[in-house]
């Protein structure tokens, strides 16, 4: 069984969660890791009041897959950390019905989940410093 880790010193500090983001921009998996942690119960929220079940599963993942690629896009002064995340969450569920669009998981040859899960238990290997 999953254990569900509630952090709402974050949640009430925008800008801890924004140190955490620009942590996870430089590669840090442990501050990705506790981004997850903090936002993963609004990310969910908000994916099933679209879909259900393994569906809004593979968006909420993919939702944090997205931002651990695209964070240092977003690490600016005054960012609302949660309000973007959440904003990719609710983009990708309204594109699941969508067949101009070419994003969400059911698109993919791999598994969301299974990448988000390895990508927050493995934390001793960094993403490339030439990623753009």
């Known amino acids: 069984m999953d254990t569900v880790v509630f952090l709402p010193e974050y949640r ?58 695209s964070a240092d896009l977003h690490t600016a002064p005054g960012t609302d ?16 019905d969508d067949p101009r669009v070419r994003s969400h998981p059911s698109q993919h040859t791999y598994s969301p989940g299974e990448t988000l899960a390895g990508l927050l238990q493995r934390r001793d290997t960094r993403r490339s410093p030439f990623r753009r």
């Open 12 to 69: 009430r500090e925008p800008a801890r969660l924004l140190r955490l983001l620009r942590r996870a921009a430089a590669a840090d998996r442990d501050a990705f890791t506790r981004l997850y942690q903090a936002l993963a119960p609004d990310v969910d929220a908000a994916v099933h009041v679209t879909l259900g079940g393994e569906r809004a599963d593979e968006v909420a993942a993919a939702t944090f897959l997205e931002a651990w690629q």
């Open 81 to 96: 950390v949660a309000g973007w995340i959440i904003g990719i969450a609710a983009r990708r569920a309204g594109e699941q």
